[in-house]
């Protein structure tokens, strides 16, 4: 079958990596397989064994519905899968009935289910990355049977030396991102060094000067490694050098962050709320948990951690690179493939109509003068029952 993974573009956080690796598994199991870009790729190559295609076209683009129905006039599909790309979604009622829809959900913001539950009678499944993004939505839907869990997956690197010793080290990977728990970490190291936490803190991901300031100003700063965007493989390789993962974010609709570090044998400590991480991790077995604000009892977890590492290692281990492998995940998708395919082909509502322009969403938030915006963003930054709590209104 033709199958075509359609996503915005290669910036788009956790959702490229994982199309890459269904393209990869679709493609080995023999399917012809294309992943399609709204923007012009930056990091993504053309070495594959499946097509890494572009239309070249920039965000919110009106022309973009029917830019895809001309692409695929000349490059005909069997199924497409919808991810996280309002321009793309745009077409879906207009398709002929012999291309099959799926739609995945990537989040557990209303922006990225909301147009799953507008086009439910158009597409012939929904997939859900978690549970937890799953149940934002599954009550709302008029034929429940369209939707499937499939987790994502990651291809994990060799790990070379699973008896290595490891120091007391930590890694972040949320950079300056409030929402990800950026000023937990700041709270947190406070309280660690107030504990004679002697280890280290690596912190990756996009941090302003700004926030450089704010990390040098804490105690013993000289502990706290600022790496910025940088290669997967230099996080991989720090990742199977450290013990522990602060995942700290208020929302986490799945936790690639979390089964990578998983993988390489880091033990992720996180808040105990409702997230994907706990989907992914077990309280006491391979994660642990503290209550949500609360410093002191995150900065003991994270000591425990440390000082009981070879209790989690394995654990750790055996957990992401057997339960969150892509071949699973490949699985899944053919499975789901081969279901679809039986299915009767779906009479959209604007079949052989002339597609609209694109227009896209109003955020509100975004009308507000910026510095008000950036208060706001650090006033729910700083507290992290309102960050939980207004989790979901990220586009508003």
């Avoid at 012809?32 to 965000?59: A, H, K, Q």
């Avoid at 929402?179 to 309280?191: E, P, R, S, Y």
């Avoid at 040098?216 to 199977?240: C, K, M, Q, W």
């Avoid at 003068?369 to 709590?389: A, C, D, H, T």
Wanted: proline share 7%.
């Amino acid at each position: 079958m033709k199958l075509c993974w359609l996503i915005p573009s290669d910036r788009s956080g956790g959702i490229s990596p994982v199309a890459l690796s269904c393209c990869r598994q679709v493609s080995q199991a023999g399917h012809d397989t294309t992943m399609l870009m709204l923007l012009t790729p930056t990091w993504i190559g053309d070495d594959y064994d499946f097509r890494v295609l572009s239309l070249g076209l920039r965000g919110w683009a009106p022309e973009t519905p029917i830019k895809l129905l001309h692409w695929l006039e000349e490059n005909p599909q069997d199924v497409l899968f919808f991810n996280a790309c309002g321009e793309f979604e745009a077409l879906i009622p207009y398709l002929p009935p012999n291309i099959r829809c799926v739609f995945v959900v990537h989040d557990t913001a209303p922006g990225y289910w909301c147009k799953a539950l507008e086009e439910e009678e158009n597409l012939d499944a929904i997939v859900a990355v978690s549970e937890t993004v799953a149940g934002k939505f599954r009550h709302r839907l008029k034929q429940p049977q369209k939707l499937s869990v499939i987790y994502n997956g990651c291809a994990f690197p060799k790990l070379l030396d699973t008896d290595a010793i490891r120091q007391d080290d930590l890694i972040f990977l949320g950079g300056d991102n409030p929402t990800k728990g950026a000023f937990d970490v700041l709270k947190l190291w406070i309280q660690l060094v107030k504990l004679r936490f002697r280890g280290k803190l690596h912190w990756f991901g996009n941090v302003t000067p700004e926030w450089k300031t704010k990390i040098n100003h804490l105690p013993d700063s000289e502990r706290i490694h600022i790496y910025g965007y940088v290669s997967r493989d230099v996080i991989f390789s720090t990742l199977a050098s450290v013990k522990v993962l602060l995942m700290l974010s208020r929302v986490e609709p799945f936790g690639m962050a979390t089964i990578e570090a998983m993988s390489m044998g880091c033990v992720p400590v996180a808040w105990d709320v409702e997230t994907g991480t706990k989907e992914i991790a077990t309280a006491n077995k391979t994660g642990l948990f503290a209550p949500l604000g609360n410093m002191e009892i995150l900065a003991k977890q994270v000591l425990y951690a440390c000082e009981n590492y070879q209790a989690f290692h394995a654990s750790v281990i055996e957990r992401a690179r057997i339960h969150f492998d892509e071949a699973v995940m490949g699985k899944n998708y053919e499975a789901l493939i081969n279901h679809i395919s039986t299915l009767q082909p779906i009479e959209r509502s604007k079949k052989g109509q002339q597609p609209t322009p694109y227009k896209p969403p109003v955020h509100k938030f975004q009308l507000l003068p910026p510095r008000l915006r950036s208060v706001i963003r650090e006033f729910i930054g700083k507290s992290p029952f309102f960050g939980y709590w207004l989790r979901d209104m990220r586009g508003f």
